[in-house]
Every structure is written in structure tokens, then in C-alpha cells.
């Protein structure tokens, strides 16, 4: 399989123009957080706000705004049960990202299916975790008129897919993903986590054990919804985020045996200034 060159990162990862304002940067919706779930919203978030995302909107439920408001004072905060107010922020974004510890209730699945079909092809939608859990479970076709990005763990793979871990290979898996929607992104994560877009398939060679905590894959999500806030959607920009994610915890896994996922959103300003210089 083709292997995602480090070069990309340069690519991507653009001077900013010295007269832009936030307007620039892109708008992220991240709906995502339930009862028992809130913290995976607090990381997807932040890593949307630490790669530079324009402005954040957080729909979630109103006991996880104050935690949100202490720890992400740059984001702002909806109510994703407050149907007018979820429809009114998703025609107000760029980039829409649903999943992250919305676990699978019912009000869940209305906010999946609120996403999947008020979005338009303008927009991009990133479809993670339970979003992808409900999308399996209700048997829903995977349509939307935004650029679609699945980034399910290989579990939400097989539900999505129906394809055992064992069977999981890039032939089962992009024919797996023509027959789903042939215009989706796949980011299938993993060791060493590979990407699926029409005919091209790649593959990350950076990743680590230390990864293997949750959140790490919220974090993911929200890292790559504001790299298509400000750099756009393609495979490109896809990759880009994707490998920024386990560069960045491969350098905190040489001391550290364990990589917190904040430790990882900590450091995405400083990387991203670094991979912006063009020596
Ligand atoms: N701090 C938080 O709030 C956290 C919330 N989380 C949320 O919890 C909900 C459930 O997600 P989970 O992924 O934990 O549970 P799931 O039940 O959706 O997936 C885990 C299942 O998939 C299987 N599996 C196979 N390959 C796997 C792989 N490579 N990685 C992970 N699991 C694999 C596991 O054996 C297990 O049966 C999601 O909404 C998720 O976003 C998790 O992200 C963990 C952290
Ligand atoms: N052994 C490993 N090697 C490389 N990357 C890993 C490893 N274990 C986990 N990861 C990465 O960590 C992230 C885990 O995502 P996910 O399972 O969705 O986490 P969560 O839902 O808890 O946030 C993915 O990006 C995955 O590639
Ligand atoms: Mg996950």
C-alpha cells in the first residue's frame, strides 16, 4: 500500500496570510457528548480549536457547557435537543463533525440524521464513533450532500462494513466503502492507520501503543475537522491531519509510555508552526 509522505505535512500546513481574520480560518460544528460521555467532547473540541479552526460551536447537552466554557473558553455552546438551534448552527458551519460521545439514544440518532441531511455540498461532514455505530445499527444509507469522512476504529468498521477484523484488508475495504457511498473519505484507524478515497488508498508509517487510550480518536476527529476549516476538503488535507496526530505522538512516546490525548492537543500549535515554515 501507497505510504503517506512526511512532505505532506509541509503541503498542508500554510503560512497564514498576515491581513486574514478568524472568518478565514473556517466555522466547526462538533456535536457530540451525553451523560457519561462528556470528555470526549472536551478533546475533540479542543483539537479543533488547537489546530487553528476560525470559530467552534459545541452542540451538546447544557449540563457539559459549564465543564466545556472552563476548559474551551474559545468554543461556544448549543443544545443539540433544541432541534431549531441544532438545524440553525449546522446551515451556519463549514464543517460539521457528529459522533464523538453522543452515544446511541434516540435523541442521538435524531441529531445523526438532522446531520446526514441538512448538510449540503458546500460542507463537510465528519462521521465518527457512535454516529457510525447508529448509522450501522439503524441500517441507514450513508448519504449526505457534504463531503462525507468516515474515521471509524476497526470495531466500528466491522459494524459499518460487516467485514470481521480478520477479513479487513484494502480490497475488502475499498470495495466495502464503493458499496457504502464511493464518494466518502474512509480514515480507518488503526496501527499505522490507513486512508481510503476513490482509487487511492495510503497509509500512515507513524502511530504508537501509547496511543491506545481513550480519546485518542476524538482528539483525531477534531484535529482533522479544523484542518479542513482552514485548508479545505481533500485527500491531501485529510492525510495531513491524520499523520499530524501520530507525529506528534510519536515524539511525546519516546518519553512517554503512555501519550494523553491532551498532551497531543497541547502540542499541535508548535508542530503546526513548524511544518509551516517552508525551508
Ligand atoms: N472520555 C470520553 O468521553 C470517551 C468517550 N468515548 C466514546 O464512547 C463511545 C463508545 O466508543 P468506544 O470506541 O469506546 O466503544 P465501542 O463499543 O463503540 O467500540 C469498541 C468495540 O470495538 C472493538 N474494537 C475492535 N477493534 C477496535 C479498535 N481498534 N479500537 C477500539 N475498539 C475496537 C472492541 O473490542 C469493542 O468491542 C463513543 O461515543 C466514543 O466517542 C471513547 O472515545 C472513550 C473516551
Ligand atoms: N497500537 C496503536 N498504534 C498506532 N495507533 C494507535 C494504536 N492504538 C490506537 N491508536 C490510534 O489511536 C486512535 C484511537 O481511536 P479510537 O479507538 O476511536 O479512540 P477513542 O474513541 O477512545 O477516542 C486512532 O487514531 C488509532 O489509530
Ligand atoms: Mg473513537
Redesign the pocket.
Same mark, same amino acid.
Given at each position: 500500500m501507497e505510504k503517506i509522505n512526511k512532505s505532506v505535512l509541509n503541503q498542508v500546513i500554510t503560512p497564514r496570510n498576515p491581513e486574514s481574520y478568524k472568518g478565514n480560518y473556517g466555522k466547526v460544528l462538533i456535536i457530540s457528548g451525553s451523560t457519561h460521555f462528556g470528555g +470526549?467532547t472536551i478533546?475533540c473540541s479542543s483539537a479543533a480549536v488547537n489546530t487553528g479552526s476560525g470559530l467552534v460551536t459545541v452542540a451538546t447537552i447544557p449540563e457539559k457547557f459549564t465543564a466545556i466554557n472552563v476548559k474551551i473558553p474559545e468554543a461556544m455552546t448549543i443544545d443539540y435537543q433544541n432541534k431549531k438551534a441544532l438545524t440553525e448552527a449546522i446551515k451556519n458551519s463549514d464543517v460539521i463533525a457528529v459522533g464523538?460521545g453522543l452515544g446511541t439514544s434516540s435523541i442521538a440518532k435524531g441529531v445523526v440524521k438532522a446531520a446526514l441531511t441538512q448538510t449540503n455540498n458546500k460542507q463537510t461532514l465528519i462521521l465518527?464513533?457512535s454516529a457510525i455505530t447508529i448509522i450501522a445499527q439503524e441500517n441507514w444509507p450513508l448519504e449526505s450532500k457534504a463531503n462525507l469522512i468516515l474515521?471509524p !476504529?476497526q470495531g466500528?468498521w466491522q459494524r459499518l462494513s460487516g467485514l470481521d477484523i480478520a477479513e479487513q484488508n484494502p480490497k475488502s475495504n475499498a470495495q466495502s466503502l464503493q458499496q457504502l457511498n464511493p464518494e466518502a473519505l474512509l480514515v480507518l484507524?488503526? !496501527? !499505522?492507520?490507513e486512508v481510503y478515497y476513490h482509487e487511492t488508498t495510503a497509509q500512515i508509517e507513524a502511530?504508537? @501503543?501509547g496511543? +491506545?487510550?481513550?480519546?485518542?480518536?476524538?482528539?483525531?476527529t477534531g484535529i482533522i475537522a479544523g484542518f479542513i476549516a482552514q485548508f479545505g476538503f481533500s485527500f491531501q488535507t485529510v492525510s495531513a491531519g491524520l499523520l499530524l !496526530?501520530?507525529t506528534i +505522538?510519536d515524539k511525546l512516546n519516546k518519553d512517554n509510555y503512555v501519550v494523553l @490525548?491532551s498532551k497531543v492537543i497541547e502540542k499541535l500549535p508548535k508542530y503546526m508552526a513548524k511544518y509551516s515554515y517552508k525551508d
Amino acid at each position: 500500500m501507497e505510504k503517506i509522505n512526511k512532505s505532506v505535512l509541509n503541503q498542508v500546513i500554510t503560512p497564514r496570510n498576515p491581513e486574514s481574520y478568524k472568518g478565514n480560518y473556517g466555522k466547526v460544528l462538533i456535536i457530540s457528548g451525553s451523560t457519561h460521555f462528556g470528555g +470526549a467532547t472536551i478533546l475533540c473540541s479542543s483539537a479543533a480549536v488547537n489546530t487553528g479552526s476560525g470559530l467552534v460551536t459545541v452542540a451538546t447537552i447544557p449540563e457539559k457547557f459549564t465543564a466545556i466554557n472552563v476548559k474551551i473558553p474559545e468554543a461556544m455552546t448549543i443544545d443539540y435537543q433544541n432541534k431549531k438551534a441544532l438545524t440553525e448552527a449546522i446551515k451556519n458551519s463549514d464543517v460539521i463533525a457528529v459522533g464523538p460521545g453522543l452515544g446511541t439514544s434516540s435523541i442521538a440518532k435524531g441529531v445523526v440524521k438532522a446531520a446526514l441531511t441538512q448538510t449540503n455540498n458546500k460542507q463537510t461532514l465528519i462521521l465518527d464513533a457512535s454516529a457510525i455505530t447508529i448509522i450501522a445499527q439503524e441500517n441507514w444509507p450513508l448519504e449526505s450532500k457534504a463531503n462525507l469522512i468516515l474515521t471509524p !476504529h476497526q470495531g466500528e468498521w466491522q459494524r459499518l462494513s460487516g467485514l470481521d477484523i480478520a477479513e479487513q484488508n484494502p480490497k475488502s475495504n475499498a470495495q466495502s466503502l464503493q458499496q457504502l457511498n464511493p464518494e466518502a473519505l474512509l480514515v480507518l484507524k488503526k !496501527h !499505522h492507520s490507513e486512508v481510503y478515497y476513490h482509487e487511492t488508498t495510503a497509509q500512515i508509517e507513524a502511530g504508537n @501503543p501509547g496511543m +491506545a487510550t481513550g480519546g485518542m480518536g476524538d482528539t483525531l476527529t477534531g484535529i482533522i475537522a479544523g484542518f479542513i476549516a482552514q485548508f479545505g476538503f481533500s485527500f491531501q488535507t485529510v492525510s495531513a491531519g491524520l499523520l499530524l !496526530h501520530s507525529t506528534i +505522538a510519536d515524539k511525546l512516546n519516546k518519553d512517554n509510555y503512555v501519550v494523553l @490525548p491532551s498532551k497531543v492537543i497541547e502540542k499541535l500549535p508548535k508542530y503546526m508552526a513548524k511544518y509551516s515554515y517552508k525551508d
